[in-house]
């Protein structure tokens, strides 16, 4: 239809009837800017290649196709969003919804997989590697074994053995990497293979700053690993050592070669005999609904979990009421017009509010401290009471600290809702014959109730997930003996999630502690789901 | 008669009256005040009193500055186990990295959403305010796995690295405050960009030019909260950095004091201290807007 392409339309259009000096020389100027600011684009959309190229290159030696996939699909979105001309909205929102779609989204996804599955200490890997490991644990020596003269070597911090074996030949291998023969390997007078290009030789300071790793290094002889492994007690000569565990590929079980029992993979991600012995560790597989289920009607996870999430709902409820109450009683009190001296009050005031969260906690731990604390020893006169160990007293003592450096921000809120209000609201009631109470009670608190409430419900779910207090002051204490999980008097279920999950005492448990999480992501959602109905938050959006 | 009595009687009476209806007017608030003040300030004295006690222990701490001396301030920065300096440092790197960054990518979107128009843009604010609801520590079993796979392809941005946990981080930096600085850009009169798109600028001159520049309150309220955030955050600080070398003041002071609480006091109340004064100072200079943002909807 048409002809003129946009190109060829400028003569139409009457061009600038000649430009002054000025227009030129700013018309070359953006020019330049413009061919300045594709290079910044360029070389910042190079690098983010250069980084994705590497990052899919190592993806294709480890065989993530999946994630290779992902890593694709995801560089090219990002060059053709800043390639090309248009979708403006995307340039400005991609930097910070990748950042949101991997590690928060994201991670709330795979939380909900990681929940599904028996993933933690003794089930973190594959079947293979559980075999592996297997075998590596129960290795024993063999009494008559042969001498390897032995080498240690080390490359990127991996240790591994340069052998010379009985017949002379010179082998090379490491934990992953079963022997193999190495043609270049430097010898010395007696025919010890000593060196090897690429990998540093030990020195005898090295192999005893590095003892133990050294000698808990096991070298497969081969890729089957029933043919046992090499060990070095010594760092200089290594002798056969082998697995009383013979692992049978074809039917997929241990039997134990000294008292022939069998071990069966019976589909709980290890290896069992008849007796329900386990060998650890396991592998991991999906268990579907089990830790739910366990969560749910196994009696000593049940019980306690019921007590964490009551007091849960117990210590965000009580923490908002407590620092509310106070900070409305003090911004009553220091409503005062009159008043002088209330900017000192209100600056020594805010102070543990500007106080770092996580200090608050540790400080009150030593002042609570039964033995030596500030409020036993000298406010009480040297009385013992248990602050922190004591289930109810500990749960007060956590309300209270939590009463201290949160009142400054109610205070602050309501002081500033308060004077938001029009003085000609109560001067009409006092007029009316209204009492002062009335006035505030009728008047006052319900027009500040209205402007304040969406910062108490999310004070309320800040207090519901709020780490750092209870963890820092008690760690959840003082713990319930009976249950079965690691869980406290104080503990809420955020803090119960990281004892299972990373705890020290009762090893790590990746998929119970997914499982209370999405639990906790139910309720934080049923809760904002009905707080947003209530409030007008959604109407306000335009 | 009783006439040069009267006035001396009176007096004294009228003043007890003029101080009973000041008491109930004012007094009485002082009375609070002065409580409050104790119930506030005994705790912080309480460390600071505690960080210049030579003794070292929980119980000598008991003596309220009865002796003065900064020993242990001075003994703070030789330790080898506890290397205090690198705590401290790392801290502020990453505090101030995570809160530049977070306000960078926050604006961008928060520009996005108040100045253009494009479907999905309802739901994609819904999602800001649905996501501000769930703290990032929900997943933090999810965060320990994915850093630990990303360390295997990426050891440098992997578990056990501040560049990890600053990345992190920054997956909150949409969370928490956009819909803080969607609100402030929502102020700056539009017109000021069309006028700025008559005379050519392009849509990244407006950006960094002009609306940058107008919204810089609202992006040091946003950059001083996500770093007083960074500053306090413990669970995945403490689950991504091993190393005592490479730990934040909180991983590091928290294992410092809950193993031997008593016996570490006064050298934990002086890294106390010291971790305080940066973040209260700049809180309390920049208090009034930091008020205004929290009452915006933000809570610390």
Redo the contacts between chains.
Sequence with gaps: MSITTPGAQPPLTAPPAAPAPAGRTTAIR?QAQTVR?LLIKIALLGVVDAIALF?MF??VL?ESWLVLAIAAVVTVTINVIYLRPGW??AK??A???F??A???I???V??GY?AFTN?GDGHNSTKEDAVQSIIANSLKRVPDSPTYRVTVVEQFGTYGFLVTDPEGEVLLGTADQPLDEVPDADEDSTGKAVGVPGWTTLRFGDLLANQSAITELSVPLSDDPNDGALRTPDGSSAYVYLSDLVYDEQAGTFTDSATGTAYRDEGDGAFVNDDGRELTPGWKIDVGFENFARAFTSDDIRGPLLSVTLWTFAFAILSVASTFALGLF?AI??N?P????KKI?R??????????????G??????F?Q????FN??LLGGADIPWLTDPWLAKFSVLFVNL?LGF??MF??CT?ALQSIPEELSEAATVDGARPWAVFRLIKFPLLLVSVA??LI??F??NF?N??II??LT?GGPRDVEAGVDAGATDIL?TL??KV??GEGTGRD?GL??AF?IL??LI??T??IIS?RQTK??EE?N | MTTGTAPARAIPERRRRGFAVWFLDTGWRHLVGLAMLVFAAFPLLYVLSASLNPTGTLVGSNTLFRTIEFSNYVELFQREQQPYAAWFLNTLVIGLVTAASTVFLGALAAYAFSRLRFTGRRVGLLTLLLVQMFPQILGVVAIFLLMSGIGEIFPQIGIGTQAGLILVYLGGALGVNTYLMYGFFNTIPISIDEAAKLDGASHAQIFFGIVLRLVAPILAVVGLLSFIATFSEFVIASIILTDPQTQTLAVGLYQFVSQETSRNWTLFSAGAVLAAIPVMALFLYLQKYIIGGLTAGAVK
Aim: proline share 6%.
């Design positions: 953006s600011r990052a190592v993806l480890q403006l909205p400005y929102l930097p910070g919804v950042f949101l991997l590690f928060q994201f991670v709330v795979y939380s990681i993933y003090l009190v220091f005062a009159h008043m002088r001296g009050y600056v020594i005031m805010v102070l543990p509010y500007a106080f770092p969260g996580f200090l608050s540790l400080v009150f731990l030593g002042l401290n033995d030596f604390g500030y020893q000298v201290w400054p921000y602050l809120i500033g969406p910062l999310s004070s779910a800040f997930n780490f750092n963890y820092m760690g955020i999630v990281y999950a990373f990746y502690a997914s999480a906790i992501f934080v959602a809760i904002s947003f938050a959604l959006l």
